[in-house]
């Protein structure tokens, strides 16, 4: 029976060839000191140094304290979203964030893989896609190459592996519809 050999791993060449070893290190001081740090309440700061590493945000964007980004050069956010407390989104490829999106907290995006089968671990990224007015509820975690498509909501904790439909509410790990989203009707649907 083969084993897995750790020694044999070797990272996949990074997505974005242009964001050399400096800018890496510089964001990752720039991301602990005022994005991560708790003592930063500050959404247009943190926008701004986002920006500065190559974000694309859009207006009316909030950023809740202790959020936690990988690579902002990969990241896409459209108006009018809030990243609630401690959202990690793990951007080692695309993360394209629509309108009118709420990520609440403790949300985690992972963009990134390793082959189980693979004796060297190998790694892999694929892109995560975020449709306008989606709700990602606590503690839930998105996976690779997933599209939450359009006003879909994910429940608090649940795991999402594949696309959603648009306009369904999606529970448990692996995440799985339990019912169609009405919006404007009166009702309130809780996925707490």
Known sequence: MQKVDLSQYKNPPDLDKGARFLKRAIWFLVNAWF????????????????RLFGAKIGKGVIIKP?????????IEIGDYCMIGER?????LAPV??????CIS??????????????????????????????WVATRA?????????????????????HDTEPYTIYAGSPAKPIRKRVIGNGDVISPF
């Open 105 to 134: 907290q403790d949300v985690y995006f992972c963009c990134g893989n390793h082959d189980w089968s693979d004796p060297a671990f190998g790694k892999s990224v694929r892109p995560i896609t975020v449709e306008e007015g989606v």
């Open 141 to 161: 975690t998105i996976l690779p190459g997933v599209t939450l498509k359009s006003h879909s909501v994910i429940a608090a904790c649940s795991m999402v592996n």
């Open 35 to 50: 994005l991560q740090n708790p003592a930063n309440p500050s959404s247009r700061l943190k926008i701004a140094l986002l």
């Open 66 to 74: 202790s959020a936690n980004i990988k690579s902002p050069w990969f």
């Open 87 to 91: 959202v990690w989104i793990d951007s």
């Open 96 to 101: 394209r964030i629509g309108n009118s999106v």
